[in-house]
């Protein structure tokens, strides 16, 4: 593992407990940084944050409970972990993938839970922590997008247009924040495995599987690896951005 510097550096990793978060707040952690974990599973939060203090038990490791769907548990939140201490990093990965269907046959009541939770949820953590992050001396904000929302993904066509909207709200906020010390990008991976894999049907996990040319899929480390240099002082230049970590699936 190359060593990245956060030393000193307080996250806040949505959807923390599982997945893509906990292996960025993994990453922090070992980068000497601190980490806040907001997810909406209280019991699996409380089992990542002992997981986590195992492994590095002199690190400081908080868990707030959070809906990032609710402006309003999102507003409560913010308060909460800055009370705590200021942030530094804004990382988000809460997110959820919707069912596998034509969009004629797509459920709307699904269709509306996909967009409250990857992009209405997104934009309320931005909105609360960037206004904090803007008056201080550095910030770093990384979106989880999905080459999905630069392809467009056959039969799941809520998370596709979710993801895409990511991407354009991260080079929006990117270009509003380039005067001052906070940067903001977005990674789009390929299909990584991790449990959001449960909520995908058999064959729309081989249909992602056959279009990344290296013929695997993504590692939860791989992600932490680039999303922690985006968020280190090292990343200094890049600012609405988007890096994609595909395989070879994403050639643009």
């Not at 804004?90 to 269907?101: D, E, F, M, S, Y």
């Not at 969009?103 to 922590?129: H, I, Q, S, T």
Request: charged share 20%; net charge neutral.
């Amino acid at each position: 593992m190359n060593q990245l510097d956060l030393k000193g550096r307080h996250a806040v990793v949505t959807g923390g407990a599982t997945g893509l978060g906990y292996a960025i707040a993994h990453r922090v952690l070992a980068s000497g940084g601190e980490v806040t974990l907001w997810d909406r599973d209280e019991a699996g939060m409380g089992k990542a944050q002992e997981t986590l203090l195992a492994v590095f038990p002199k690190s400081q490791v908080r868990g707030v409970r959070v809906d990032v769907a609710s402006y309003e548990s999102v507003v409560q939140a913010s308060a909460k972990t800055i009370a705590s201490k200021a942030v530094d990093i804004l990382v988000n990965c809460a997110g959820i993938t919707g069912p596998n269907t034509k969009v004629w046959d797509y459920p709307v009541e699904a269709w509306r839970d996909v967009m409250d939770v990857n992009v209405n949820g997104l934009f309320y953590c931005c909105k609360e922590l960037s206004s904090h992050m803007r008056e201080r001396p550095f910030g770093r904000i990384v979106n989880i997008a999905s080459v999905a929302g630069k392809d467009g993904n056959p039969n799941a066509s809520a998370y596709s247009a979710s993801k895409a909207a990511v991407i354009g709200l991260t080079k929006s906020l990117g270009k509003e924040l380039a005067e001052t010390n906070v940067r903001v990008n977005c990674v789009t991976p390929a299909a990584v495995k991790t449990a959001i894999f449960d909520q995908m049907s058999g064959e729309h996990i081989q249909f992602m599987l056959s279009k990344i040319p290296m013929g695997r899929f993504g590692l939860p480390e791989e992600v932490a690896a680039l999303v922690c240099w985006l968020c280190s002082e090292d990343c200094s230049f890049s600012t609405g951005a988007v890096f994609d970590l595909s395989g070879g699936r994403a050639t643009y």
